[in-house]
């Protein structure tokens, strides 16, 4: 029987030891964290209404909040998935407002601006993946209005399943990776040794 061929055994147990350590942060350490975090949204929509952030703090989402919106600066459709469009206004100043959706893309009328009610969530990002990940600043919130103007159909709720928890299906994923580069490996030394 051949020896073991040292270096490449090294770099495969570092390579399976960083998998198992990975696996284990998403199972141990960020799984716990989101669940918190999903405690906390899932308490929001209960607690007392606030004035907008103009900071973005994701702790905030389905918030109820309200602002004032006397003369938006601009108004625009972003794609809303089955409700068709939401028409956004961008009342300056880092507050935007999803005033309600449409299935008409070209929706034209205006909102004249006013007083908003409704709640916390994040604004359309056109970022792709890529860009997110190398554009680390925080996606916007919006609020959401309650009362949709215009004759735009009503906003959706507050959706909790919107928020991905995908930090135990992570955790799988390192260790199935991990099993597979040690079968992987162990099949190699065989076929080596034969």
Known sequence: MRRVPLLPTVIVALAVAAMIALGLWQWLDRAPQ??????????????PAIAFPRRTDDRLLFRRSYAACPHPLAQRLAGAGAAGFRLIA???????????????????????????????SHAPDARSLIGIVFDRHPQPLLLVADTPPLGLAANGRPDLASVPNNHLSYAVQWFL????????YVLALRRRSA
């Open 34 to 47: 989101k669940q918190a975090y999903l405690a906390q949204l899932a308490a929001n929509p209960a607690r």
């Open 90 to 120: 961008d009342c300056g100043d880092g507050l935007l407002v999803q005033l309600g959706t449409t299935p008409d893309p070209m929706f034209a009328r205006r909102w004249p601006g006013g007083p908003v009610r409704g709640f916390i």
């Open 177 to 184: 990776f991990a099993a597979v580069a040690t079968v992987i």
